[in-house]
């Protein structure tokens, strides 16, 4: 965690790649889609806030993140930029393989969660966030609390390093679906904000015949 500060600044001084919303190129043709429920979509992508707190760092920046697991060959491409659209980090996770490009050298590792913890040194739930992020949980998330109107307000999540603490913290209608607008991912050593302004479910366009 220690590194974190000096990275992301050699990063803002080295990459001044500007981006717009939706730069990322889907390998598959797509089409924005409404859904009554998040989980009928495998494809989605989003534009928001992350806000990321340790006893080293602290930092916030804007969130672009499409996401793809509607096909054999599951593809994520994560950015994070600046307010003026500088690239602070960006992961791209595609056939089983992550990578991250930073001054002129490619880090890969099969885990993408991994690679940002040996890279940036900064610690985020990152394999379990695509689930977090349309209000579902895994099997091993145990819930603790749940809004009046029934979705989900609060649960405890295991991990090796320590278990995180996470709750929506408010619902929003997206593409049809009750999704979480706001995040807190909390343990002891590191605080995590999410905010969601954009969330667009994705599937594949039919092909005419």
Known sequence: ????TFFLQRMMLVCCLFLTACSVKPPH?????????????????LQG??????????????L??????????PHDELTLTTVIGT????????????SIDVQG?????????QLISRVSGMQIPLNKLPLWI?????SDDQIEAYHPDGSIKAFTSKDISGDWQVKFMSYQQQSGANVPRLLQINRADVQIKI???????????????
């Open 105 to 113: 050298k490619t880090y890969t590792d099969r885990d993408p969660q």
């Open 195 to 209: 905010q969601i302004n954009q969330w667009q479910a994705l599937a594949p366009m039919l092909e005419n015949r």
């Open 1 to 4: 965690m220690r590194y974190l």
């Open 134 to 138: 349309t209000g579902q949980v895994t």
């Open 29 to 45: 043709k797509l089409t924005n889609i409404d859904v009554n429920q998040a989980s009928e979509t495998k494809a989605w992508e």
């Open 64 to 73: 672009f993140w499409f996401h793809d697991h509607s096909f054999n060959q």
């Open 87 to 98: 690239t602070v980090l960006s992961l791209s996770s595609k056939q089983g393989l992550a």
């Open 49 to 62: 806030k992350l806000a990321f707190r340790s006893d080293a760092d602290k930092f916030s920046t804007n």
